[in-house]
């Protein structure tokens, strides 16, 4: 009748110790790993911490670690386990625990506060505002980000590098940067250069491990963070013709 039992390991714990626990729990065809989660906080583990909220991975709350593998609670079918495999979940782990599966995820608000926001130019009003549609097309791509911090999880640069938290903004932030240097009417300054500068670009080295985790599928490192990379070197070496064709752009 499609109902099994699969053996679950479930991290509980605080900020100061925690441990894996097991749990066996019905599985239902159909259903996904949050449903399970929740059966859990029915059943057995009534006050195991989750967050979450739309089931439909769209809010970005319920990101966790399945098997070792950043993923969406609510997006991971478990049918893609088989039925006498051991499902393994676990907090995010690169943000302090705060209980159970959830994390403090402040250092991503810290970032996107030191990524300066959108600066029209000038003399025109926000009613005034007029852009291409190939320029608006540039950059949809980016904001399909449901921000779950799965990428920012992911990179190598902060994951167990606590010390370089402070200089590196992650994929998201970056991609944040493109997305405005992007913007024809941002009159901010050299988005490029100063993501280099200022925000970490350096510490990426492709490694694309934030792009296959993203479950809008957003091209993070070939449409916003090799572009920037790109721009970044160019401009550096010739800043008058980035200004040209930015004036020339408007
Ligand atoms: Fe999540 Fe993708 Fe946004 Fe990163 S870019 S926060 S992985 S939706
Ligand atoms: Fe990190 Fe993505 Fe660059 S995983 S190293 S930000 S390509
Ligand atoms: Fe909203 Fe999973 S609960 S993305």
């Known amino acids: 009748n499609g109902t099994h039992l699969q053996h679950f390991k479930v991290w509980r714990g605080d900020d100061t110790k925690g441990e894996l626990v097991d749990y066996a729990v019905e599985v239902n065809e159909g259903e996904v790993v949050l449903d399970i989660i929740h059966r859990l ?17 769209k809010c970005g709350s319920c990101s966790a670690e399945i098997n070792g593998r950043p993923r969406l609670l609510c997006m991971t079918r478990m049918n893609t386990f088989a039925e006498n495999e051991v499902v393994t979940v676990t907090p995010l782990r ?11 995820v402040s250092f991503n608000y810290t970032k996107a506060r030191e990524i300066p926001s959108f600066t029209p130019p000038e003399g025109v009003e926000p009613g005034e505002y007029r852009m291409q ?4 097309e540039r950059s949809q791509e980016f904001r399909k980000c449901i921000e779950c911090y799965l990428c920012q999880n992911t990179c190598h640069v902060v994951r167990d590098h606590e010390e370089n938290k402070q200089e590196f903004a992650g994929p998201r932030y970056l991609m944040r940067m493109a997305e405005l240097d992007m913007h ?3 009159a901010h300054g050299n988005r490029a250069v100063e ?3 200022e925000h970490g670009l350096g510490f990426c080295n492709i490694t694309k491990c934030c792009t296959e985790v993203c479950p809008e599928h957003i091209k993070i490192t070939d449409n916003a963070l090799i ?24």
Do not use: H
Request: proline share 6%; aromatic share 8%.
């Open 227 to 250: 572009p920037m990379k790109e721009r970044a070197v160019d401009r550096k070496y010739d800043p008058l013709v980035w200004l040209g064709n930015k004036i020339f752009r408007r």
């Open 184 to 186: 024809p009417l941002d």
């Open 94 to 104: 690169t943000f302090p625990v705060i209980r159970d599966l959830v994390t403090d």
């Open 133 to 136: 549609q190939v320029d608006v």
């Open 41 to 57: 906080q029915a059943t057995e583990a009534n006050d195991l911490a989750v967050r979450w909220n739309c089931k439909a991975g």
């Open 195 to 197: 993501s280099q500068e």
